[in-house]
């Protein structure tokens, strides 16, 4: 399992902090952020932002950056506080 996590107004729109899902062969943190926004409409506006950020096991990485069973992969805006 992946934990995803969310954080501040990512948080807040998505309506939960925190999610675990299946690891897939060759997911990468683009293809868990689309395999997210096709929940449904607000997943999409929410993870479809351009200025989203994301962290793979607490260290800020590119989109492009391999995830696997056991990653925590968190998605965060630009700034984020308290």
Do not use: H, Y
Request: aromatic fraction near 8%.
């Amino acid at each position: 399992m992946i934990k995803v996590l969310f954080f501040a107004q990512v948080r807040e729109l998505l309506g939960t902090d925190r999610i675990e899902i299946p690891a897939r062969e060759g997911e990468t943190a683009d293809s868990l952020r689309q395999q997210l926004a096709a929940r449904d409409d607000k997943w999409a506006r929410v993870l479809g932002s351009d200025k989203l950020l994301v962290a793979v096991n607490q260290t800020l990485c590119q989109w492009n950056t391999t995830v696997a069973d056991g990653d925590e992969v968190a998605f965060f805006p630009p700034v984020t506080g308290g």
